[in-house]
């Protein structure tokens, strides 16, 4: 057992580091004010090789495991959680999906543009009714004269209105229920293919959710991902990989608003001393210190199983569960310990309070996780 990362991994987050804090940092909340997104910086974690983390050379990958990924995941969440979440997205489940799943055709036509970043990628699998039962998918896709046709509509897709790709489940067989859901890819421009509303969110902001609608929506054969009827059960599988950088964006959050109070404690003077030398701060500083360390070490655990081609389904939810919960505690705390100055905007503490909560929703809320996590244990 080793806890230490390699000199290549070292690297490899000392340039993800100084890419988001130079690249990001100055603009992190002007794109949260303005809900930009912030595409100049995704095309230049593309020309980094980050929009293609985990994908093999031979599909313009960088050929990473998952742990590399989480530390990249990890970095730029420090900085900028919203990025991170675009970043997270198009890799593990957009990319993923087609490379998972995909026939050779698929990954040349499309992992090779998505994995430079020349296109960004979406992954619709959540609808209005269709939440945590996402295999209550209602999209149908009805085959006809050599085409599938699909109708309905996603929710809370992300990187919607930003991306040339989506990868979206619909319902193929009603009488099959899960194994009656199948994936198929679109392009931006396909008629009857549209995105519709843009998400007014509480936080990460500058990442885009939105809606994406099929109306008479008519696909060649060629656009089915996978299998018919495997689409859900695919959706799963991209799941435990997704779970991973949810956790991993929770532990680089939870470390930049620890960062964030543990710096305003050592200038912050109240009764002539500095906040730093009450003990009640310090045991919130060592909560939040052992806590990210707990998630961290569970976020690697996952990767590294995952990179030795082991099922990671309760691990990569159990690392998501505690993970996403200890970036909760540690973003209020932060914003505790910063006083009424966290309440501003002045200091990342109120931004980093504000994105964290989609860290116990998105790609499963905590309900879910547990629920996957007993399942598994049960069985065995
Ligand atoms: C910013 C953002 C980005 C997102 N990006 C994507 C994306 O790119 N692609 C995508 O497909 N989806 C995306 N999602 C959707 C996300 O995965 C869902 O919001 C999430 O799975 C929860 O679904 P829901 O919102 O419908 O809540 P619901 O399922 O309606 O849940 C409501 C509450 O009920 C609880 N609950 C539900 N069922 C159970 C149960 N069986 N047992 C116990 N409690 C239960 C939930 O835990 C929750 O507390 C995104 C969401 C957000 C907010």
Same mark, same amino acid.
Request: aromatic share 8%; hydrophobic share 40%.
């Given at each position: 057992?080793?806890?230490?990362?390699?000199?290549?991994?070292?690297?490899?987050?000392?340039?993800?580091?100084?890419?988001?804090?130079?690249?990001?940092?100055?603009?992190?909340?002007?794109?949260?004010?303005?809900?930009?997104?912030?595409?100049?910086?995704?095309?230049?974690?593309?020309?980094?090789?980050?929009?293609?983390?985990?994908?093999?050379?031979?599909?313009?990958?960088?050929?990473?495991?998952?742990?590399?990924?989480?530390?990249?995941?990890?970095?730029?969440?420090?900085?900028?959680?919203?990025?991170?979440?675009?970043?997270?997205?198009?890799?593990?489940?957009?990319?993923?999906?087609?490379?998972?799943?995909?026939?050779?055709?698929?990954?040349?036509?499309?992992?090779?543009?998505?994995?430079?970043?020349?296109?960004?990628?979406?992954?619709?699998?959540?609808?209005?009714?269709?939440?945590?039962?996402?295999?209550?998918?209602?999209?149908?896709?009805?085959?006809?004269?050599?085409?599938?046709?699909?109708?309905?509509?996603?929710?809370?897709?992300?990187? &919607?209105?930003?991306?040339? @790709?989506?990868? %979206?489940? !619909?319902?193929? $067989?009603?009488?099959?229920?899960?194994?009656?859901? /199948?994936?198929?890819?679109?392009?931006?421009?396909?008629?009857?293919?549209?995105?519709?509303?843009?998400?007014?969110?509480?936080?990460?902001?500058?990442?885009?959710?939105?809606?994406?609608?099929?109306?008479?929506?008519?696909?060649?054969?060629?656009?089915?991902?996978?299998?018919?009827?495997?689409?859900?059960?695919?959706?799963?599988?991209?799941?435990?990989?997704?779970?991973?950088?949810?956790?991993?964006?929770?532990?680089?959050?939870?470390?930049?608003?620890?960062?964030?109070?543990?710096?305003?404690?050592?200038?912050?003077?109240?009764?002539?001393?500095?906040?730093?030398?009450?003990?009640?701060?310090?045991?919130?500083?060592?909560?939040?210190?052992?806590?990210?360390? &707990?998630?961290?070490?569970? @976020?690697?655990? %996952?990767? !590294?199983?995952? $990179?030795?081609?082991?099922?990671?389904?309760?691990? /990569?939810?159990?690392?998501?569960?505690?993970?996403?919960?200890?970036?909760?505690?540690?973003?209020?705390?932060?914003?505790?310990?910063?006083?009424?100055?966290?309440?501003?905007?002045?200091?990342?503490?109120?931004?980093?309070?504000?994105?964290?909560?989609?860290?116990?929703?998105?790609?499963?809320?905590?309900?879910?996780?547990?629920?996957?996590?007993?399942?598994?244990?049960?069985?065995?």
């Amino acid at each position: 057992m080793d806890f230490e990362l390699t000199q290549e991994q070292v690297q490899l987050r000392k340039m993800v580091r100084d890419f988001a804090e130079r690249e990001l940092g100055p603009h992190v909340l002007e794109w949260d004010e303005a809900q930009t997104f912030p595409l100049e910086a995704v095309k230049k974690a593309g020309e980094l090789g980050l929009l293609g983390a985990i994908f093999p050379e031979e599909y313009g990958g960088s050929d990473l495991g998952y742990i590399d990924y989480s530390v990249i995941i990890e970095e730029l969440a420090r900085v900028d959680p919203s990025f991170a979440l675009i970043v997270a997205a198009h890799n593990s489940l957009c990319s993923n999906h087609i490379y998972l799943a995909g026939t050779e055709d698929q990954k040349q036509k499309y992992l090779s543009k998505l994995t430079t970043g020349e296109w960004i990628g979406c992954w619709s699998l959540t609808e209005p009714e269709a939440g945590s039962d996402a295999g209550g998918t209602r999209t149908t896709a009805v085959h006809r004269s050599g085409a599938w046709v699909l109708n309905g509509g996603k929710t809370f897709t992300t990187n &919607a209105h930003h991306a040339q @790709v989506c990868v %979206a489940m !619909a319902l193929t $067989d009603r009488a099959a229920s899960h194994h009656g859901v /199948s994936a198929f890819i679109l392009e931006s421009g396909t008629p009857g293919f549209r995105v519709g509303k843009k998400e007014n969110k509480l936080g990460m902001r500058s990442s885009d959710t939105g809606e994406v609608l099929f109306s008479d929506c008519a696909l060649p054969e060629s656009q089915l991902l996978g299998k018919p009827g495997e689409g859900f059960v695919d959706s799963l599988r991209i799941l435990d990989g997704g779970r991973i950088s949810i956790a991993a964006l929770s532990v680089g959050l939870a470390q930049g608003a620890y960062e964030a109070a543990l710096h305003y404690s050592k200038q912050r003077k109240q009764f002539g001393r500095f906040i730093s030398e009450f003990q009640a701060i310090q045991h919130k500083l060592a909560d939040m210190a052992t806590s990210i360390e &707990a998630s961290r070490l569970l @976020v690697y655990r %996952a990767g !590294a199983m995952k $990179d030795a081609g082991l099922r990671v389904t309760k691990e /990569s939810s159990m690392a998501k569960l505690f993970a996403s919960e200890a970036a909760v505690k540690v973003a209020d705390e932060a914003v505790q310990i910063h006083g009424g100055y966290g309440f501003i905007k002045d200091y990342p503490v109120e931004k980093f309070y504000r994105d964290v909560k989609l860290c116990t929703i998105g790609e499963g809320t905590s309900e879910i996780q547990r629920l996957v996590i007993a399942r598994q244990l049960l069985k065995d």
